[in-house]
């Protein structure tokens, strides 16, 4: 199974989405609530040596595709178990109640039973109590799942990256400024990935940032003084200093939090492509 291959799956929601132009997108989730939904996961085994049983763990869809005549995989972001890929059997079926359920952006109570790659989906339940995201928040929603699939390896559990997931839904579903609210989740994404550190501390001088100095920040390495050579995003000091705060009030830092994420993202990315970043960046919305 291609973890890369992620590339945002079309739903009709976009087409219903009137002041978004048709572009290939995916669905899978909505926030209203600043908390994830509660429940604490029940674990039964049935032996050492046999499958694992999960009940009751609160996640979400990210992504799904056919499998067989009947039945899909899903990519489902779990609060305690991380990112798992689950088979649904008969959920292409016309009466199959997990048609209308297993939708992205739905607050999920699921459970599973295995312990290879591919678990087997047992239970889905709709949690609810979350606003459906429309229009350019279904697109940003869609970014996320993208940045989730393709930088979360499977079986890690980042319970607060969860918890942070599901409170950007919900900025998102109330017309928060998505320009603020994708930089504080892109840069949570990082951390918790291990692809960056500490900004506030220059590496190669070993000393706090200078609010008036201007960095570049080596994705390696950490932040150093620019150089007039550099050909990669330029930071001031205060832009560096905010961002670690989570502040993106200032104009400033949100144009150069703006590049600087772009490029830490490509560099990462290691020239994949982000489609719903650029469908974004037409839409002058990121």
């Known amino acids: ?127 609810g109590g979350m606003l459906p995201l429309e229009k350019s928040a279904l697109l940003c929603g869609f970014y996320l799942n993208e940045l989730l699939v393709k930088f979360l390896m499977r079986d890690e559990a980042h319970p607060d990256l969860f918890d942070l997931y599901v409170s950007t839904l919900n900025q998102l579903a109330h017309d928060e400024p998505a320009t603020i609210v994708l930089r504080r989740f892109e840069f949570a994404l990082l951390r918790e990935s291990g692809l960056l550190g500490d900004l506030t501390r220059c590496t190669q001088q070993r000393e706090r940032v200078q609010t008036e100095q201007f960095y570049v920040l080596d994705p390696e390495r950490g932040p150093r003084p620019a150089m007039p050579a550099d050909s990669v995003p330029r930071v001031s000091g205060k832009t560096l200093l905010a961002m670690q705060r989570g502040d993106y009030t200032e104009q400033s830092t949100q144009l150069q939090s703006k590049l600087l994420m772009r490029f830490l993202l490509a560099h990462h990315l290691h020239g994949s492509a982000l489609n719903t970043r650029q469908i974004l960046i037409d839409l002058q919305n990121l």
């Open 1 to 127: 199974m291609d973890e890369q291959a992620v590339a945002v799956q079309e739903d009709s929601a976009v087409e219903d989405a009137a002041a978004v132009p048709a572009a290939p997108a995916a669905a899978k989730k909505t926030a209203v609530r600043t908390r994830a939904p509660k429940a604490a996961p029940r674990v039964a085994s049935k032996s050492p040596a046999k499958d694992l049983r999960i009940l009751e763990q609160p996640g979400f869809v990210l992504h799904s595709w056919p499998y067989k005549e009947t039945s899909l995989i899903i990519d489902v972001l779990t609060r305690d178990h991380g990112r798992i890929a689950l088979v649904a059997k008969g959920a292409k079926r016309p009466h199959s109640q997990l048609r209308s359920v297993l939708q992205t952006f739905q607050p999920l109570q699921l459970g599973w039973t295995g312990k290879g790659e591919i678990r087997t989906l047992t239970t889905a339940d709709w949690v």
